[in-house]
């Protein structure tokens, strides 16, 4: 049974930063894809940033140049927020891509205050 589990999260100012960190549990495969998605209020689910076993990341135009995806180990990912505006606000929910099935964290809420 594969399980994610987050940490990080929380307040913020405009302009500051925070950290996020997701760890799977169970059988993963060698070449996985993890990655973050937010969910703001009156907005559409979406793609905040996501990487392969290799390194590749993808980035929502948004968060290009302020948010940086990593690759901890094989089963951690996190992602440093930096610069965090107002708009980034929302509940963060890690994403595991384990061989074409899906698996979702319970979701962290980032709040930032303009």
Do not use: P
Not at 25 to 49: C, P
Not at 83 to 89: A, F, G, I, P
């Amino acid at each position: 049974q594969v399980q994610l589990a987050e940490s990080g999260g929380g307040k913020a100012q405009a302009g500051g930063s925070l950290r996020l960190s997701c760890t799977a549990s169970g059988g993963l495969v060698t070449n996985n894809v993890m990655g973050w998605y937010r969910q703001a209020s009156g907005k559409q689910f979406e793609l905040v940033a996501d990487t392969g076993s290799g390194g590749r990341a993808n980035y929502a135009d948004s968060v290009k140049g302020r948010f940086t995806i990593s690759r901890d180990s094989a089963k951690t990912v996190s992602l440093q927020m930096n610069n965090l505006k107002h708009e980034n606000t929302g509940v963060y929910y890690c994403n595991l891509n384990n061989d074409g099935l899906q698996y979702w964290g319970k979701g962290t809420l980032v709040t930032v205050s303009s």
